[in-house]
């Protein structure tokens, strides 16, 4: 074997682990791009969200805080974990099985009023079911110690 061949194959190596390289981190990088993140209201308010991206917000409908204006589409309404409460902007159709006072997970960014933004609203489909961070999120926010604990 020559060197020659041997520093053949070493750049085929090379340039075999540098497209592996390049494919992993393309796909890393989707990835990163469409992934969205959960957070509570108490994690909203205390700004442990980011900034400017979108990510989902879940709990539960506060009971009579639903108005609706003129145009049909938008509508306002409270989320809380019991803990802490988020005002709620969505224009839309919402959900057949929206109700105050049921679980709701809502999509968007927070405005730069503080109200967050819904792209998109998704209700319970039946009485015993709610994704399961919504459901971690308010046994952890229950069980906080009662100094964190602000209405």
Do not use: C, W
């Amino acid at each position: 074997m020559t060197i020659r061949a041997r520093h053949k194959r070493f750049i085929l190596i090379a340039i075999g682990l540098a497209l592996l390289g390049l494919a992993v981190m393309l796909i890393l990088n989707a990835f990163k791009s469409n992934m969205v993140f959960f957070y509570t209201p108490t994690q909203v308010i205390s700004g442990e969200v980011p900034h400017g991206t979108s990510f989902r917000i879940g709990g539960l409908v506060v009971p009579d805080s639903l108005k609706r204006q003129d145009d049909g589409l938008t509508v306002h309404f409270s989320i809380t974990d019991t803990v802490k409460t988020v005002e709620v902007i969505y224009k839309g159709i919402l959900p057949d099985l929206f109700k105050e006072g049921k679980g709701v997970v809502a999509q968007g960014k927070v405005g730069a009023n503080g109200v967050f933004e819904a792209s998109e609203v998704l209700a319970k489909h039946d009485e015993n079911y709610m994704p399961p961070e919504a459901a971690e999120a308010l046994k952890r926010a229950k069980e906080a110690p009662a100094d964190v604990q602000l209405k």
